[in-house]
């Protein structure tokens, strides 16, 4: 079954330290072979403003400090390491890429959340929307010509509030957003007030039916659903190891997207 479409897509304190790439045992994504471990992440810390320092993995594909910058921001019980597989891929595409380590996570991907780690406990989905606005400040600082906002189920919807309440985004991926905040549909509400091209996926069936009626209060044309064939839940879904079957069909449309976008 081919995918279905809503509407047609028409878009800070820190420390740099070499880490060898995460999850080397995930096998890579195809299409990402010419992409090899020699470019390999850095971690970045950087502080919240709540004091909490954040970790993450930035990946540079062009050594430019004003080059295009997508934010990756993982599920619950995650971390980083859900985008080893994925990072590379953007590289391709001419996107530098920061994966963060926020505060609502675990350990997952045959590594640690390094943040969780450092502050001891793994804290609330809303909480984790101070490391958003955090990585958003790190980006600016750098001087990226344009930054993107891609979550991955809680995430997913927390990016909507960061590109309601920050004009600096430029475009926004949520992959299996959902009301995973509280009462009272606040992604829905925050998705009114966003003004950037907006691309959703989730799996079909409930995922895809909540996604929807997100999607619907973006005002607008710049916003697209995709419902595809075979799908997995969040970001794993472009993860051949998660979702061997429909990664590829999911990679077309986000690579379309993310092309329309770039500046």
Known sequence: M???RLVAAVAAVFLLV???????????????????????PTVVTFAAADGVLVSADFYAASDAAGAPLVLLFHQAGSN???YAAIAPRLLAAGWNALAVDAR?????????????????RNEDFLSAYNDLEAALAW???????RVVAWGSSYTAALVFRLAAEHREIGAVLAFSPGEYL????????????VQVPVFVTSPSGSEAETAA??????????KQQFVPALGVHGSSTLRADRNPGGAEQTWAEVEAFLKQVRP
Do not use: F
Request: aromatic letters at 2%.
């Open 2 to 4: 081919r995918c279905s």
């Open 18 to 40: 070499p880490l060898a790439l995460a999850d080397s045992s995930t096998p890579p994504l195809p299409g990402t072979k010419h992409v090899t471990s020699a470019v390999e």
């Open 80 to 82: 980083a390491g859900e």
């Open 104 to 120: 609502a996570g675990a350990s997952m991907w045959g590594r640690n959340n390094r943040t969780v780690l450092r502050l001891g």
């Open 139 to 145: 980006a600016e600082a750098r001087g990226a010509s």
């Open 182 to 193: 509280g009462p009272g549909e606040p992604v829905r509400a925050w998705a009114a007030r």
């Open 213 to 222: 009626r997100i999607v619907e209060a973006i005002p607008g044309s710049a």
